[in-house]
């Protein structure tokens, strides 16, 4: 079982910047996809970014692009989730998750971690 451990949330204002860490075990991390969901009250999970193995492959959905960062350092076992310029749309309940295969839907992911809140005020 693959645990991953996430960290980084907190409440922000408008505009502000967090930055979140996932960390994964080192006998299964350099082989996996990795990925951020996010969940708000009431929503379903969606995508936010994934980055591939290697990380010079990145994806992100439309209201992250450029003021959202995806990065791994392979190193450390760590992905990370820059984002800048937060909104309040951008409060919800974030996920990182890995999985074999570079893909954006989250019934695809094996492995999840426990989830960190995010909150942005206006």
């Known amino acids: 079982q693959v645990q991953l451990e996430e960290s980084g949330g907190g409440l922000v204002q408008a505009g502000d910047s967090l930055r979140l860490s996932c960390v994964a075990p080192?006998?299964?991390?350099?082989?996996?996809?990795m990925g951020w969901f996010r969940q708000a009250p009431g929503k379903e999970r969606e995508f936010v970014a994934v980055i591939s193995w290697s990380g010079g492959n990145t994806l992100y959905t439309d209201s992250v692009k450029g003021r959202f960062t995806i990065s791994r350092d392979n190193a450390k076992n760590t992905m990370y989730l820059q984002m800048d310029s937060l909104k309040p749309e951008d409060t919800a309940v974030y996920y990182c998750?890995?999985?074999?295969?570079?893909?954006?839907?989250?019934?695809?992911?094996?492995?999840w971690g426990q989830g960190s809140q995010v909150t942005v005020s206006s």
């Open positions: 080192r006998r299964t991390y350099r082989t996996y996809v």
């Open positions: 998750a890995a999985n074999s295969r570079f893909t954006v839907t989250a019934a695809d992911y094996d492995y």
